[in-house]
T-cell receptor, first 118, second 119 residues
Framework: AQKITQTQPGMFVQEKEAVTLDCTYD???????LFWYKQPSSGEMIFLIY??????QNATEGRYSLNFQKARKSANLVISASQLGDSAMYFC???????????????FGTGTLLAVQP | GAVVSQHPSRVICKSGTSVKIECRSL??????MFWYRQFPKQSLMLMAT?????????EQGVEKDKFLINHASLTLSTLTVTSAHPEDSSFYIC???????????????FGAGTRLSVL
């Protein structure tokens, strides 16, 4: 069965520093997609970054990068130059088959609450 | 980026009444939308997959008659909580899959959510 694990319930980071949010996954399917979403206190879920299991390079989107280590089944999110507005809950998620499929369901981790300190 | 609109953002209702929540994809067509429920300080729990023009697929343990889903067009899905009770109070959030235009990565884009309080 698919599983996403986020072992950090909460983290602090100083403004302008980089932070890594951990995510490990478990799946028997060779084809899958990995996602990170940000959920501020307002509740909306904001898509940050995507990594396909067959992608050769680590995904990057502005200050966000995904450290994809396939053999270790980890997909850590790195936020560079943290800003106060980055304070939020961050969820890692996985979907079988990176290009869609019969279900396209997302399995979410339990989330990491990030607090950026001035 | 793809935009999903969800309305209302907050609703307070009396026990026994029904509440309808709308989820619209504003700048793309979505044959598939998803409805989630989130309890305080917890992760998202998938309730059902909404398919345009066909019946929704519900997750195990979700009451079909309690949570009615209608996906009547390629840009609109609705969730109706029927005969709502206090235990239905929760944060409901929808998403739409961007699989219907060239270059799409089948990413789920989320609405802003609806906070339902049943008194």
């Amino acid at each position: 069965a698919q599983k996403i694990t986020q072992t950090q319930p909460g983290m602090f980071v100083q403004e302008k520093e980089a932070v890594t949010l951990d995510c490990t996954y478990d799946t028997s399917d060779p084809s899958y997609g990995l996602f990170w979403y940000k959920q501020p206190s307002s509740g909306e879920m904001i898509f940050l970054i995507y990594q396909g299991s067959y992608d050769q390079q680590n995904a990057t989107e502005g200050r966000y990068s995904l450290n994809f280590q396939k053999a270790r089944k980890s997909a850590n999110l790195v936020i560079s130059a943290s800003q106060l507005g980055d304070s939020a809950m961050y969820f890692c998620a996985m979907r079988e088959s990176p290009y869609g499929g019969a279900t396209n369901k997302l399995i979410f981790g339990t989330g990491t609450l990030l607090a950026v300190q001035p | 980026g793809a935009v999903v609109s969800q309305h209302p953002s907050r609703v307070i209702c009396k026990s026994g009444t029904s509440v309808k929540i709308e989820c619209r994809s504003l700048d793309f067509q979505a044959t598939t939308m998803f409805w989630y429920r989130q309890f305080p300080k917890q992760s998202l729990m998938l309730m059902a997959t909404s398919n345009e023009g066909s019946k929704a697929t519900y997750e195990q343990g979700v009451e079909k008659d309690k949570f009615l889903i209608n996906h009547a067009s390629l840009t609109l899905s609705t969730l109706t909580v029927t005969s709502a009770h206090p235990e239905d109070s929760s944060f409901y959030i929808c998403s739409a899959r961007d699989n219907d235009f060239p270059g799409a990565k089948n990413i789920q884009y989320f609405g802003a959510g609806t906070r339902l309080s049943v008194l």
